[in-house]
T-cell receptor, first 116, second 111 residues
Framework: EAGVTQFPSHSVIEKGQTVTLRCDPISGHDNLYWYRRVMGKEIKFLLHFVKESKQDESGMPNNRFLAERTGGTYSTLKVQPAELEDSGVYFC??????????????FGPGTRLLVL | GQNIDQPTEMTATEGAIVQINCTYQTSGFNGLFWYQQHAGEAPTFLSYNVLDGLEEKGRFSSFLSRSKGYSYLLLKELQMKDSASYLCAVRAPGSNYQLIWGAGTKLIIKP
């Protein structure tokens, strides 16, 4: 079974440009999460999809970030325009529908974004 | 506020045992996870505790005390491949199952 995949693995862009990150969750997983880790800091939650619906986007830093999950399969996270402080590693995770509370999130390898 | 603390870095010897501690202060509690992350790779699930006590899984064990807001990950018979970061994360109720993360403990294994 394929794991969570993310594209690209690395992205270097200039301030003001746009970048779109993609996440393909494990097939059949309804829950999809985006997290971000800024260098030297802990991983922070960004948002959570259940199928195509945004369940919780309380962690999105500002309106320069837009996440979509059309059709409830893969998800994209667009940053427009990118700022220097957006640099970091963006992780995607997915999980099956919760039936017991022992919901385990499976993570992708992350996209390393550097804004110059 | 939400706060999860774990040591920044630890060093241990191959074949030995190491305990990585995690303390948390969160508005509610609905389980604690430990993940392992090798440099440049995805965090991988190691263990989940929601009730007090010890959960053992091979060379790895995880302990939880909810009254103390404390957990530890115990690694036995250390191998060089265990060199990685170990992340403690708490799932708080009412937060829609998002995970609240510690900064991670970098474990260095020496021969």
């Amino acid at each position: 079974e394929a794991g969570v995949t993310q594209f690209p693995s690395h992205s270097v862009i200039e301030k003001g440009q746009t970048v779109t990150l993609r996440c393909d969750p494990i097939s059949g997983h309804d829950n999809l999460y985006w997290y971000r880790r800024v260098m030297g800091k802990e991983i922070k939650f960004l948002l959570h999809f259940v199928k195509e619906s945004k369940q919780d986007e309380s962690g999105m830093p500002n309106n320069r970030f837009l996440a979509e999950r059309t059709g409830g399969t893969y998800s994209t996270l667009k940053v427009q325009p990118a700022e220097l402080e957006d640099s970091g590693v963006y992780f995607c995770a997915s999980s099956q529908e919760r039936t017991s509370g022992r919901e385990t999130q499976y993570f992708g390898p992350g996209t390393r974004l550097l804004v110059l | 506020g939400q706060n999860i603390d774990q040591p920044t870095e630890m060093t241990a010897t191959e074949g030995a045992i190491v305990q990585i501690n995690c303390t948390y202060q969160t508005s509610g509690f609905n389980g604690l996870f430990w993940y392992q992350q090798h440099a440049g790779e995805a965090p991988t699930f190691l263990s989940y505790n929601v009730l007090d006590g010890l959960e053992e899984k091979g060379r790895f064990s995880s302990f939880l005390s909810r009254s103390k807001g404390y957990s530890y990950l115990l690694l036995k018979e250390l191998q060089m491949k265990d060199s990685a970061s170990y992340l403690c994360a708490v799932r708080a109720p009412g937060s829609n199952y998002q995970l609240i993360w510690g900064a991670g403990t970098k474990l260095i294994i020496k021969p």
